[in-house]
């Protein structure tokens, strides 16, 4: 999975603590033009960051959801949404909307990476 970033290190530092990931076996760019995180046991995608020059413009067309929370419901659920929310906010992510179960979508939290890329809480 590839993300186009202006700060490649930072990006997959967040990454690296929301996740787990650890760094790739090869030394990393000096120049920051690219990072890359992998799952240390080699089961998640391997997540690489590219610069580019433009800045984000538009909303993701896909997005990462970062499981916290599975076959939880109800307060526990949102307890467990609000706990992981807490501890990436620390990192440098930043809430969106907390989207609260309907009878046919459990509760997940809209979250933003530290360069805005969107991800979900569920």
Known sequence: MTFDCASPRAVADFWKAALGYVDPPHPPDPEDTWAACQDPEGVGPRLYFQRVPEAKA???????????ATGLDGDERLAALEAE?????ALGARRGTLLLADGENES????FDVEGNEFCLD
Do not use: F, T
């Open 85 to 89: 929310a807490s501890r990436l906010e």
């Open 58 to 68: 538009a909303k993701n067309r896909v997005h990462l959801d970062v499981r916290v």
């Open 108 to 111: 997940c939290q809209n979250m």
